[in-house]
């Protein structure tokens, strides 16, 4: 079993939409929680970094993270085109030895169209 | 300021050649990590550096890879003996500092394919 699970997609929206990416995952020892942006033939960018339970916000995205049920989100709202790329989680277990290194789950391919 | 820069873009090598990838962390950082992407998979951690010290190496897949960073600046990964399951897209990423909340920037990577 992989330690993160995310659904690759494809996943297509209209503009404007509200769009809602999930991961799970099973080590609980994970406590920081991070959604990067990669577009095609880029390196992944950093967009939210969290490291509680809850939400937070920062402009159309937002993250959220449950570590009672180890499910974390990202919301984007207004959806542009422009927002066409592969989102994928990614979570640190800096505490029990883990260091900062990030377990990434496999990537959600988003499509926005016009 | 630049950003991680990786060297080639891509590689095609055959089985049983070698192949050095390199990476030129962000000015001033001094965590230097490598990632792999085999293809349908997953990003996996390889290693991570601070300055010229292998911090922890427990993602390298066997023997046949050699990690360096020389003088903790830039860093180089050698496939030797490249074999057809190390094809994949190679990911470097530096980062700042490792207290509290850290942020890792990633280079465009560089696709190796083994035939």
């Known amino acids: 079993q992989k330690e993160v699970e995310q659904d690759p997609g494809p996943l297509s929206v209209p503009e404007g939409a509200i769009v809602s990416l999930n991961c799970t995952y099973s080590?609980?020892?994970?406590?920081?929680f991070m959604w990067y942006r990669q577009y095609s033939r880029k390196g992944p960018e950093l967009l939210m970094y969290?490291?509680?339970?809850g939400n937070k916000e920062d402009g159309r995205f937002t993250a959220q993270v449950d570590k009672s049920s180890k499910y974390i989100s990202l919301f984007i709202r207004d959806s542009q085109p422009s927002d066409s790329a592969t989102y994928l989680c990614?979570?640190?277990?800096?505490?029990?030895?883990?260091?900062?290194?990030?377990?990434f789950g496999t990537g959600t391919q988003l499509k926005v169209e016009l | 300021e630049a950003g991680v820069t990786q060297f080639p873009s891509h590689s095609v090598i055959e089985k049983g050649q070698t192949v050095t990838l390199r990476c030129d962390p962000i000015?001033?950082?001094?965590?230097l990590y490598w990632y792999r992407r085999v293809m349908g998979k997953e990003i996996k951690f390889l290693l991570h550096?601070?300055?010229?010290?292998?911090?922890?190496e427990s993602g390298m897949p066997n023997n046949r890879f050699l990690a360096e960073r020389t003088g903790g600046t830039y860093s180089t990964l050698k496939v030797q003996p490249a074999e057809l399951e190390d094809s994949g897209v190679y990911f470097c990423?530096?980062?700042?500092?490792?207290?509290?909340?850290?942020?890792?920037?990633f280079g465009p990577g560089t696709r190796l394919l083994v035939l």
């Open positions: 990423a530096s980062s700042q500092d490792r207290a509290g909340q850290e942020t890792q920037y």
């Open positions: 080590n609980s020892a994970f406590q920081y």
């Open positions: 969290t490291y509680s339970s």
């Open positions: 990614a979570m640190t277990d800096p505490f029990t030895g883990g260091g900062n290194k990030l377990t």
């Open positions: 000015s001033g950082h001094d965590n």
């Open positions: 550096f601070v300055k010229e010290s292998k911090q922890d």
